[in-house]
């Protein structure tokens, strides 16, 4: 099952760059280092996922989103995989902007290290950054089009 948090790693300035550029941050701060990450979202952090576990699982219960820093997970909703995602790719938007139950399986193809952000941490950015909330928005509604 998804919902057990793996250990945290530390957040490196690779990865606050990765969470600068993907979440769009670039209205709230003009430099965005990996303290900065860490004072802002301070419930979120890097997870690392074996070959198999499971990132998310369709289903459960969750709103927190998760962006790819490395590695390679498949998309499961049922069937062959719906989709194979790494580095860059943001995935649990669904969850986050609906009731807050997962709509499909997210499982590590090989090691993957993830930036996990935490619901608690998204919400003030959301509701203070109209283009990310459009983005997530967008990206659902393509997924769930599919």
Do not use: W
Request: charged content about 25%.
């Amino acid at each position: 099952m998804a919902s057990a948090r793996p250990p945290r790693l530390a957040v490196d300035e690779a990865t606050a760059a990765a969470v600068f550029k993907a979440f769009q941050l670039d209205g709230f701060f003009p430099e965005f280092s990996a303290e900065l990450c860490s004072k802002v979202f301070p419930r979120s952090g890097v997870n690392a996922f074996a070959a198999g576990e499971k990132l998310i699982e369709k289903g459960e219960n969750g709103r927190d989103l998760f962006l790819v820093l490395s590695g390679v997970a498949d998309i499961l909703r049922d069937g062959p995989p719906a989709a194979r995602v790494g580095p860059g790719t943001v995935i649990g938007e669904i969850a986050l902007l609906s009731d807050g139950v997962r709509t499909a399986t997210a499982s590590a193809l090989e090691p993957v290290r993830a930036y996990r952000l935490v619901y608690e941490d998204v919400g003030y950015i959301l509701q203070n950054n109209p283009a990310l909330a459009e983005h997530l928005h967008a990206l659902a509604r393509a997924r769930t089009a599919k």
